[in-house]
């Protein structure tokens, strides 16, 4: 293990938070510091002293990590000194959850910015799957703050977007996780705050972190959304089951090939590279060695519809670089037939499109639908209904 780098405060102790940012920062020599709201799972970790990750590839490997510290957001000393003596903060707490972990951040970071000098300096990257989730955070977090510190915070703290991908399954045993030991991780280096830049393995930090976020979110998000709602409307549980589906597989294959063709026209990146990186994508879903439930995957639709988000933002894409989406509409479709259980959003699609059919996807998506896509998406609606949930 590396020399000792400092302390990193991670937001968040589930799946992501322990099982791909703690791992990494821990082999490159950090010590963590987890802070979560789970009562039962902080007392889990607090009595075990460690939990294992096994880390799936051609070489598979697990990695016991048993140097970190425990802390329940009710323990308001114990959450101040854990964010005061770190220098990185880290929130994998899912999109949702956000808002909530801004608030429980908010008054620490105040206390700190009350005390620190002019030359200390921290650096938030929200770990969400989600696009400009530290900015977000940090709009959460200046919600209800003091007018007085706002220059310090933009000064003295910084708020790097972040992009992250690593399936990590959720686990049965808190202490027994399984993820992938592929990690693409990248952060806006403009938004880094101080001379000490983070050092932490497969973490590149990048000029243009915007082709990088896309690239990601339109290209594996989309096609993992894709193989969620249809795979879902088929009846499986596991995105693999949904991906070794010839049908499923084919459509989703031609919609990340409409997605990678936006990315391509507008961001410069190669065809070879877009190709490969498609690949990636496919390759590893039919492997049922890291099983992903698809109840993850397809929650929350209403914010997976939005205008920037894993559909709507590539067919903007397309449309504006004079393409017409076709493929990348099944996904869309499927969002807003499948009923997913006790989801509010999934529940709230449904009453729309009961009440006013597709015409409520301008309230929906938060954007005006093309009418030429609005249309597609009325005629392939009962076609994806008969082809996939018939069969559930």
Known sequence: ?????????????????????????????????????????????????????????????????????????????????????????????????????????????????????????????????????????????????????????????????????????????????????????????????????????????????TRFLQRKLYIHNTGHATFGYLGFLRGYAYIHEAAQDPRIMEICEKAIEESGWAIEKEYGFTAEVIRAYRAALTEKCVSPELPDEILRVVREPIRKLGRDERFFGPVGLMLAHGRLPEFLLYGVCGALIARIPGDEQSSRIGELIRQRGVSCLDELTGMTVPPAVRERIESLLPRVREEFAARA
């Not at 987890?34 to 990750?53: E, P």
């Not at 899912?94 to 910015?113: E, S, V």
Request: net charge negative.
């Open 1 to 209: 293990m590396s020399t000792q780098k400092g302390n990193v405060l991670i937001i968040g102790a589930g799946a992501t938070g322990r099982g791909h940012v703690a791992q990494l920062a821990v082999e490159s020599g950090y010590r963590v510091t987890f802070l979560d709201k789970d009562q039962s799972l902080c007392a889990r970790l607090r009595a075990s002293g460690s939990y294992s990750v096994r880390l799936v590839s051609g070489h598979t490997r697990t990695v016991t990590i048993d140097d970190f510290r425990i802390v329940h957001t009710s323990e308001s000393k114990d959450v101040y000194s854990a964010f005061r003596d770190s220098s990185l903060v880290f929130t994998a707490v899912c999109p949702g959850n956000l808002r909530d972990a801004a608030t429980a951040m908010r008054a620490p970071i105040i206390q700190w910015l009350k005390a620190a000098g002019p030359h200390d300096f921290k650096n938030v990257l929200c770990c969400e799957n989600m696009n400009h989730s530290s900015t977000t955070f940090r709009d959460f977090i200046l919600e209800d703050f003091p007018g007085e510190l706002r220059e310090k915070l933009e000064r003295q703290v910084g708020f790097a977007d972040t992009m992250v991908a690593r399936v990590v399954a959720r686990p049965s045993d808190p202490l027994l996780l399984l993820g992938e030991e592929y990690s693409e991780w990248t952060a806006d280096r403009n938004a880094i705050r101080g001379p000490d830049l983070p050092a932490i393995r497969t973490l590149e930090l990048v000029e243009d972190q």
